[in-house]
């Protein structure tokens, strides 16, 4: 593929509270999954890029973790990844759930961005779930309270707005030469991408505080002679008991999780997929500077 003339390339943060959306809008932006999305806060862990070329555009998307009241080491590490990833971005969008409105996070994060230089956009997000007139209250205290170079109104979800908001990031980034090639939607490698995939399963499949303990990593992930994709995976978990949980009775929930997570990386990679899926306890790895690397986030004592 031969790179047009006059390119343009920039880079966009998503930053919000946990849940905003962003991970589910930064799916609809991309066209495919390259972030993984569930009911549950703070799944998003590191920077997840994000990948869009239109014409002579190319637009690079930051998912960042949710903004909260960091609490642990790993909470602070989410949270410090986030701002980075803002500090470094050409712009900065502001999701907020318009049904939620203007929460304590909301409001932590407008007085953070008070400290970003780069200009900011306004994403209110959820916007089928509230009336119009609300929606148009919301926008006016959240413009009133910080500078925004545009207000967009959309629902990630459903897909509406989503096209307005990228086609302004298309026209506004600055010339430069593109970062990926054409064809690239994200720039996590297949093994990081597989292992997001599974963590996903897990925190579908178990509805109690395990996944917060929990991290999957690819340990293998060969390309077989017949094309087809060999991924060995370990869970970790801290403790025991969330062992026994995370297999479940004779290995019915692990099994589910694998047979989830084997569908769907079989639709992302077009080829037959053999999942091996185990689960060992590592009471500290929260602790572990190399689980932090492995994650894509700094370590800090």
């Known amino acids: 593929m031969t790179e047009p003339e006059n390119t343009r390339c920039g880079f966009i943060a998503l930053v919000g509270a946990p ?43 930051i998912d960042t973790p949710g903004i909260f009241a960091p609490k642990r080491r790993l909470d602070r590490a989410m949270v410090e990844s986030a701002w980075t990833g803002a500090g470094d971005a050409d712009f900065v969008a502001l999701i907020v759930d318009a049904e939620r409105g203007v929460t304590a996070e909301v409001d932590a994060l407008l007085k953070g961005l008070e400290d970003i230089r780069h200009p900011r956009v306004l994403v209110l997000n959820k916007i089928d779930l509230i009336p119009h007139e609300k929606l148009l209250g919301l926008s006016a205290d959240l413009n009133a309270r910080l500078k925004f170079e545009a207000t967009f109104m959309l629902s990630a979800l459903k897909g509406s707005g989503v096209k307005d908001f990228l086609d302004w990031t298309a026209e506004r980034i600055p010339p430069g030469p593109w970062h990926f090639p054409e064809d690239q939607l994200t720039d996590l490698t297949l093994a990081i991408t597989a292992a997001e995939v599974t963590r996903e399963k897990l925190f579908l499949r178990i509805h109690e505080e395990i996944p917060y303990n929990a991290t999957v990593e690819t340990e293998k992930f060969t390309i077989q002679k017949d094309g087809s994709y060999r991924i060995d995976q370990v869970i970790y978990v801290t403790r025991d008991t969330h062992k026994k949980i995370v297999l479940g009775a004779g290995g019915q929930t692990i099994k589910a999780i694998g047979a989830d997570s084997r569908k769907e990386l079989m639709e992302m990679y077009e080829v037959p997929v053999h999942l091996f899926l185990f689960v060992k306890v590592r009471e500290k790895w929260a602790d572990d500077p190399e689980r932090y690397r492995e994650m894509g986030l700094e370590w800090t004592k």
């Open 19 to 61: 849940n905003a959306g962003k991970s589910t809008l930064l799916n609809a932006l991309v066209g495919t999954k390259v972030s993984i999305v569930t009911h549950k806060a703070q799944t998003t862990r590191a920077q997840i890029r994000g990948v869009v070329t239109e014409g002579a555009a190319q637009i690079v998307f």
